[in-house]
């Protein structure tokens, strides 16, 4: 897919892949309430959005382990966790899914910028081997152009 270029707000020039790597509230936030339509086409967003909440866990028989913390609700990790581990005992409340939905943290708790903040190392280390790798245009593109990141 050729991604358009956003031409307005604090992500004008970015694609959505980009924005997604950068600002994953935003967008969520943005599908929400309806800001990018007739900016960028539906099939764009949606397809974006829906990527974004299927992504392929890549280790062989292991689930995403979404953490928030029990008190505030806020995300505060992401592990991957073999089947067979059991169920995390504490405080801390957790969801295991068959595949990462980067839309969960946004969902367990409406604005939560600092659980995104940490969402997103947590990422690039799982998708792409470092914490600190940089997502270019081309690289954030390519990850959402690729059917074999998704789960289908």
Avoid: C
Wanted: hydrophobic share 35%; no cysteine; glycine share 6%.
């Amino acid at each position: 897919m050729s991604w358009s270029v956003l031409g307005f707000g604090k992500h004008e020039g970015k694609t959505l892949p980009q924005v997604l790597f950068t600002d994953p509230d935003w967008f969520y936030w943005a599908y929400e309430n309806d800001v990018l339509k007739g900016k960028i086409t539906q099939i764009e967003i949606q397809s974006v959005y829906e990527k974004s909440r299927n992504i392929k866990i890549t280790q062989k028989d292991h689930h995403a382990e979404f953490v928030f913390d029990g008190i505030r609700g806020v995300f505060t990790d992401l592990k991957l966790v073999p089947f067979d581990r059991p169920r995390h005992v504490g405080t801390s409340k957790t969801q295991r899914l068959n595949k990462i939905d980067m839309a969960l943290i946004r969902y367990a708790k409406e604005y939560d910028k600092l659980g995104y903040n940490l969402l997103i190392p947590i990422l690039k280390e799982m998708l792409f081997g470092k914490s600190n790798a940089r997502i270019s245009k081309n690289r954030a593109e390519e990850f959402f152009n690729n059917p074999d990141n998704f789960v289908k």
